[in-house]
């Protein structure tokens, strides 16, 4: 489960592999994170600066790094699936 605060700026993320810790990662200066309206478990990070966001993104994802178990068994993370600017309308 996820809960995004302070307007995109702030992250929760809970319940991960049943814990019950609360993992809170704050964006980096100018990156917002946001829901996709599309996919169902997909967040979406935005910024003007490419490392900053990279770096968020890097973020989130060594909080939920699986550990003391087998990572062929438990799939269970976050993983980016798609870099790319976004298109102009």
């Given at each position: 489960n996820t809960n995004i605060e302070s307007s995109g700026q702030k992250i929760e993320l809970r319940n991960f592999l049943g814990e019950k810790r609360v993992r809170r990662v704050d964006m980096l200066e100018g990156?917002?994170?946001a829901r996709?309206?599309?996919v169902k478990d997909?967040?979406?990070l935005e910024g003007n600066n490419i490392e900053y966001v990279g770096r968020s993104a890097a973020l989130i994802?060594?909080?939920c790094l699986v550990r003391k178990k087998?990572?062929?068994k438990f799939l269970d993370g976050i993983y980016v699936s798609d870099k790319?600017?976004?298109p102009i309308e």
């Open positions: 990156v917002t994170v996709s309206d599309k997909e967040l979406i994802g060594q909080s087998d990572i062929r790319r600017p976004i």
